[in-house]
């Protein structure tokens, strides 16, 4: 289907941004021993520098590190005064579980949160008396407190999707069942998000829609999990990263460089925040917000460089 919009890769070129500078949220994942804890509170200390919306912090598959995410947040609140959205997830547990972690994080002062079914794992417990679906956990959740609420979107179709309108439809029913704004998984290609945003407004879903954007910290990585997901990964994305594994300055700069036109474009069809997945690495996303002019934006310090746990993508 056309855009109305009629992207293309030089789009923004010809039309002004209608925000000049954008906002953006964060994404960190928790810690996993003390190494990864230094890396993680060194790329935090870095991205508060971009004072964002809120930084989310996730959970494991099929929400097995849930005690993670609460011991992470704990992390964040003394580095930054931004607003900390945990990720609740409902496989495996309990109505009365997923109603004990939420008015944990409310007594917490924790007022956002990233409702998910949570991925199925295979080695989880079923509950009989438990929330099934992301839709079902977003009306619990809303029963319990005045919170924020964040779901998730997919522009090129969730895996378990029979089609984008099914999705599509889906993701009008959790907004109607209280979702105050969408997220949505990350992409490549510009034009499958206008796409999809066209759907999602004619859908009348009004609430904000953030799309999701991953800096590629290691191409072969990203690609790999991008074809799990179902992403589709442009081919001359291909031919800018052959052989670059051994020249990390200049992938840098080629990621670097992909990312900001990537959200040049989505700018200059009105698109004013971006939900940058950081893998707790700081380095590429504060040089893509630099590039886009988000103010207070400083080098990374040493440490995040070196502790670093696990390469991101």
Not at 72 to 89: E, G, Q, W
Not at 288 to 310: F, H, M, S, W, Y
Request: one cysteine or more; hydrophobic letters at 40%; a negative charge.
């Amino acid at each position: 289907m056309p855009s109305k919009w009629t992207a293309n890769t030089t789009a923004y070129l010809d039309r002004a941004p209608k925000t000049e500078v954008p906002s953006v949220s964060i994404e960190l994942f928790p810690p996993s021993n003390e190494l990864a804890k230094k890396g993680f509170t060194s790329a935090l200390e870095n991205l508060s520098l971009l004072k964002p919306e809120f930084v989310s912090v996730t959970c494991g598959a099929g929400g097995s590190q849930n005690s993670a995410t609460r011991e992470a947040i704990s992390l964040v609140k003394p580095i930054t005064d931004r607003a900390p959205a945990p990720h609740v997830t409902c496989i495996n547990k309990s109505k009365n579980q997923v109603h004990a972690e939420v008015k944990q994080y409310l007594h917490d002062g924790v007022n956002q949160l990233v409702a998910l079914r949570g991925d199925i794992s295979g080695t989880g417990v079923a509950c009989d008396d438990s929330y099934d679906s992301a839709l079902g956990l977003v009306r619990g959740i809303r029963s319990l407190g005045d919170f924020t609420i964040s779901v998730a979107a997919y522009p090129e179709g969730h895996p378990e999707a029979n089609s984008i309108d099914e999705e599509i439809a889906y993701l009008k029913k959790k907004v109607d069942a209280g979702a105050n704004q969408i997220i949505t998984q990350f992409f490549f290609d510009t034009e499958v998000f206008v796409q999809f945003i066209e759907r999602v407004r004619d859908a009348g879903i009004d609430v904000p829609v953030i799309p999701g954007i991953l800096p590629i910290n290691h191409f072969e990585r990203a690609v790999s999990f991008s074809r799990k997901c179902g992403i589709k990964i442009p081919h001359w994305y291909q031919v800018m990263y052959k052989d670059l594994e051994e020249n990390p300055a200049l992938h840098n700069a080629i990621s670097t460089s992909i990312a900001v036109e990537q959200c040049r474009q989505l700018m200059a069809f009105g698109v004013k925040q971006f939900h940058f997945y950081t893998l707790n690495q700081s380095a590429l996303t504060l040089s893509v917000c630099k590039e886009l002019g988000v103010l207070g934006v400083a080098q990374p310090n040493t440490a995040d460089r070196i502790v670093g746990q696990v390469s991101g993508f």
